[in-house]
């Protein structure tokens, strides 16, 4: 068996086509959605990941508002800057650039966001919705990604025995609930550092969503034959053979292609998925700030 790509590029073209027509909508309400990016300090990778997101923004005819602070900054003018984005009546999305500098409290901080404009879906507000069943929230982007992505390949949810490979609040737990949920109807198990013999867990499953940050940590003697894998991680590992000596690798091996039925890229998976689920909660919250 050779697994089937589940191409997130793909998917993700499929999503910004379906959300022109509603920008359009909006824009026909006198409203443009607007999203604002926070980065604090010089992260190559955090750049990066916000001119993807604001190239999305320019596909798309979403306003994008981009503040960088050095790294030098306090966490006081990082509040500051939040509170006054919350303020700003003509914006709809507030995202702060993870990681922060490690003298800030990224949590405290993204706690201050307007959950309303909370389009990462990181609030305690949002995650708690999600944890009551709830999907009228703001739904962190990667997990809804991963679920946008199975539904658009067509892949049975329903009775499936899922494993999560890890379980932080970004990507494992919300995860988790998005695959439990009614309609979905999946059966989850979490497991993570501590978990015995995950192997032997993922062995047995139906559907694995490694997300733990670990280069090629599950091989092919951990899928079964015929299982869904999606592969969340995104790692910088040396490799020499290349002329810059990296390479991006995933947490799954690549050799799992040959056991999988389903098997995500990387790069050209979750991440493009990451980035369009971004731009329709940033459309969402648009949309509920005005009436149609």
């Known amino acids: 068996m050779v697994a089937q790509r589940l191409d997130g590029k793909a998917c993700a ?77 003509d914006l709809h999305g507030i995202l702060v650039q ?40 703001m739904l962190p982007c990667t997990p809804s990604g991963v679920m946008r992505m199975l539904s658009w390949a067509g892949i049975e949810t329903e009775g499936k025995t899922a494993v999560v490979l890890g379980r932080s609040r970004i990507v494992g737990m919300p995860q988790s609930l998005l695959l ?8 989850v198990t979490v497991a993570h550092s501590r978990t015995k013999d995950a192997q032997s867990l993922c062995a047995n499953a139906d559907i694995i969503i490694a997300a733990v940050g670990r280069p090629e940590m599950v091989t092919a003697d951990w899928v079964k034959e015929g299982a869904v894998v999606v592969d ?29 039925a389903w098997l995500s890229p990387v790069p050209g998976g979750v991440g493009p998925m990451t980035i369009a689920m971004l731009m329709e909660n940033t459309v969402r919250a648009a949309e509920l700030s005005i009436s149609f």
């Open 232 to 260: 969340v991680g995104i790692n910088r590992v040396e490799d020499d053979s290349r002329e810059r000596g990296w390479r991006l690798a995933g947490d799954v091996h690549p050799d799992v292609g040959q056991k999988a």
């Open 13 to 89: 073209a499929k999503v910004e086509e379906e959300l022109l027509g509603r920008i359009a909508k909006c824009r026909e309400m006198m409203t443009q959605p607007h999203l604002a990016v926070v980065i604090v300090g010089d992260d190559p990778a955090s750049h990066v990941y916000v001119g993807s997101k604001v190239r999305a923004c320019e596909r798309l005819g979403i306003r994008s508002t981009h503040i960088e602070l050095p790294v030098t900054a306090t966490e006081d003018e990082v509040r500051k800057t939040i509170e006054s984005l919350n303020n700003q009546e």
């Open 180 to 187: 439990g949920a009614k309609g979905v109807d999946s059966t």
């Open 98 to 137: 993870s990681p922060l500098p490690n003298h800030m409290d990224e949590e405290g901080l993204t706690d201050l966001i307007d959950p309303s404009k909370d389009v990462d879906g990181f609030h305690p507000q949002n995650l708690g919705r999600l944890v009551q069943g709830r999907m009228d929230g």
